[in-house]
């Protein structure tokens, strides 16, 4: 049985983290292994890759579409978690072929993993954002 990311973007404005779109990446056991240790080896075996950290469960102030979309998936849901805009922009270094796999999310029209580099395109209303995400199978 395989596995399956649903992953979300919320972005900070004014302090509130609010709902900002579904992306939907395609399998990668080695972006799950590295994102939340799903699907990975043990340590120590050839094929083990360090996650960026256990799973972090979702932020206490999620918003409010963010856990109706959890909701969808009644207990089938697992291993939630979350990354800021800096692990997600170090992240797209090594993994960006399969973040952008599909039809892309973007920022207001610019790339999210721009978001330090050219920092000035985007509104100046966006303070952050982050990525949040479960897995089901």
Known sequence: MGCDIHAFFEIKVHGDWL?????RIPRDYK???RLAN???GEPGDEWYIEPLSETRGFPHNASEMLRLHEKVYD????SHSWISSQEYVALFKDYGDTLKATKWLYLFGNSFEDFYEYRDDFPDFVEDFRMCFFFDN
Request: proline letters at 0%.
């Open 75 to 78: 207990g089938d849901a697992h």
């Open 19 to 23: 709902f900002y779109g579904y992306h």
């Open 38 to 40: 799903v699907r990975n």
């Open 31 to 33: 972006l799950f292994s």
